[in-house]
């Protein structure tokens, strides 16, 4: 079955970066394109990117452009997620998802948790 | 990218259908048909119910159905039970190639 394993909850202080990893499992890692989705307590998702694990091409969002950096290995079918320069507004669960064709998201990761506090 | 619009809460009773609304432009829901919808629970993380508009994934109950109409796409529950209670969001593909999520809507069972 198919499976997305997140690394741990991390705290950081503010201008620190931050980098999170999920582990695919169950299905091809190269087919499908790996997204990140963050969301602030009490908040909605918000799409911060997305990555081709076959390619190594990129998509960011506008708001993360030049803060975020997406990279793969595909020799461990993994997925990376780096932010740099955190603030306080950064505080949110950061998840990996699964991405098909047109756009939908049909696996999730169980979440990392990044608390940026000084 | 503005998110998409969703009423903050709709409230049901048991056995009853209930319908949340997703309200976006012609650069995301009016031109594709590529909604999705989320459920998620507390603590949890999201939970695909729709897709592609209208489809149901394996294993998700018939009682959810999704549409669009112009900008406007809609999940409805029917046959509301207990363990629907949760929060739901929708999602487009946008023309910027990117995806934008709604603020989502909080389900209450009464």
């Known amino acids: 079955q198919v499976q997305l394993v997140q690394s741990g909850a991390e705290v950081k202080k503010p201008g620190a970066s931050v980098k999170v990893s999920c582990k695919a499992s169950g299905y091809t890692f190269i087919y499908f394109t790996m997204h990140w989705v963050r969301q602030a307590p009490g908040q909605g998702p918000e799409w911060m990117g997305r990555?081709?694990?076959?390619?190594?091409?990129?998509n960011y969002a506008q708001k993360f452009q030049g803060r975020v950096t997406m990279t793969r290995d595909t020799s461990i079918s993994t997925a990376y997620m780096e932010v740099s320069r955190l603030g306080s507004d950064d505080t949110a669960v950061y998840y990996c998802?699964?991405?098909?064709?047109?756009?939908?998201?049909?696996?999730w990761g169980q979440g990392t948790l990044v608390t940026v506090s000084s | 990218q503005s998110a998409l619009t969703q009423p903050a809460s709709v409230s049901g009773s048991p056995g009853q259908s209930i319908t949340i609304s997703c309200t976006g432009t012609?650069?995301?829901?009016?031109?594709?048909?590529?909604v999705s919808w989320h459920q998620q629970h507390p603590g949890k993380a999201p939970k695909l119910m729709i897709y592609d508009v209208s489809n149901r994934p394996s294993g998700v109950s018939d009682r959810f159905s999704g549409s669009k109409s112009g900008n406007t796409a809609s999940l409805t529950i029917s046959g509301l039970q207990a363990e629907d209670e949760a929060d739901y969001y929708c999602s487009s593909y946008t023309s910027s190639t990117t995806l934008v999520f709604g603020g989502g809507t909080k389900v209450t069972v009464l």
């Open positions: 998802a699964r991405g098909k064709p047109t756009g939908y998201l049909d696996y």
């Open positions: 990555i081709n694990p076959n390619t190594g091409d990129t």
């Open positions: 012609s650069s995301d829901i009016g031109g594709y048909k590529y």
